[in-house]
């Protein structure tokens, strides 16, 4: 994959006349589809060309230009995919198509940490080991990949010329989505198509422009907003619910973000209580997070997150199984029964894990928000995939070694775990 660095000053002119990415075309630095609530479109990040050549079913199709080039980002171009497509290509490489899917691989918070003086080893793949965990997943051959955000965490220069971030691009701008994302994710971008939820990471404070110029659902690319807009993606049964809590606190309650996150499940309306679904979010609705741990025995936690419970509290959600969700960088299966949605806290892709953690599985049982729960946890490295059986869902946690750590089922709305 080709650099920022090496076409900037090419960039420099693109930005100048965005209208050229209609009119020629060149190799994408980087393509994949996206499945949002209009339907799959395949994206693509322009080359100092233009956006490149598409075809659908052997036809010439025109990408649009969904946001023109700038001093820090090139040009992002988008295609439509027509339902019933059975071939959309991209500078002559077959793009992912939708089908029900059977088989969905789940990931989130997979960047690497490099703030301040907060430094992740992004050079070392055993530190950082999101690229491997990206590789075995495509391996598995999903029908459809969920990342629950959290995409961007290079937000400082690395410092001391540490050798252990040595080289590393920082800042809201395309190389570091490039170092971060991009390039780690091309064999899973390869292999499926994705739903993307946007993490506290992609805040406007924070990179809230590359998530809104390459990765959000909304038909074209607007100015950074606080929350985005809810959708719904339908395969074949299952309605995936994708809601924004990038920016709602975790152990506050103030009305203002209550309201905001009761707005987007209003939006949703119906949906929520029909049909079988899944809500997809960054922060959990009800995880559990540790702050302490004495020795071996399993780690003090603490629950969140207070604004999404009081904006769910009084809605039935009868039409949801389970809320999936990251934020939290461990493996966490939280179970109440029919009695609510069961959570599933799979934010394990890259990023440095909890201090309080622990590698092998511990349960507890304790009362959250209100309702009797059992919780199955643990901290590694990993992906998560699930497959259809019946009426149910079977998952498998693999760690970075792809060694199964973790199987569960999803019955109605209990889920369910036990050791690999």
Known sequence: ??????????????????ALAQGSTGP??????????????????AGPGGCPRATIDGK????????????????????????????????????????????????????CRVKNLTIQACNDPKAWPFAEVARLAAAQHPDLVIHVGDYYYRESPCPLALKACAGSPSGD?????????????????????????????????RAGRGWYLLLDAGPAAVPC????????????????HVIDSSDSPDRDRHPDDIAAVAA???????????????????????????????????????????????????????????????????????????KRPS???????????EKADLPRSYRERREIDGLDARTFSFSRYGYYLMEKDGEDWVGTFHDATDVVRARCRLHARSLTCKDG
Not at 97 to 106: D, E, K, M, Y
Not at 225 to 240: A, M
């Open 1 to 18: 994959m080709i650099r920022l660095s090496a076409l900037a000053p090419a960039m420099l002119l693109f930005a100048a006349a965005p």
């Open 28 to 45: 994408a630095l980087a393509a994949w589809t996206e499945l949002t609530g209009q339907g799959a479109e395949a994206r693509a990040v």
């Open 60 to 111: 010439p199709a025109a990408m649009s230009v969904r946001a023109p080039a700038s001093a820090d980002f090139p040009a992002i171009c988008a295609l439509a995919e027509p339902p019933g497509a059975g071939a959309i290509e991209i500078d002559g490489r077959p793009m992912p198509l939708p089908v029900p899917a059977q088989r969905i691989v789940i990931m989130g918070d997979t960047g």
């Open 173 to 205: 701008r395309w190389d570091t989505w490039t170092a971060d994302f991009f390039d780690p994710a091309a064999p899973l971008l390869a292999a499926a198509p994705w739903v993307f939820a946007r993490g506290n990471h992609e805040t406007c404070k």
């Open 225 to 240: 907003r606080e929350f985005t807009e809810p959708f719904t993606v339908r395969s074949g049964d299952l309605n995936l």
């Open 264 to 338: 987007q499940l209003d939006r949703l309306g119906p949906a929520l209580d029909s049909g079988r679904g899944w809500i997809v979010t960054h922060r959990p609705v009800w995880g559990m997070v540790p702050i302490a741990r004495l020795g071996p025995s399993a780690p003090f936690q603490v629950a969140l997150n207070f604004t999404e419970q009081d904006a769910i509290h009084g809605r039935g959600l009868y039409g949801v199984q389970m809320v999936v969700s990251g934020h939290v960088h461990h493996f966490q299966a939280i179970d109440f029964g029919e």
């Open 343 to 353: 959570q599933l806290v799979v934010g394990t892709g890259g990023d440095v894990g």
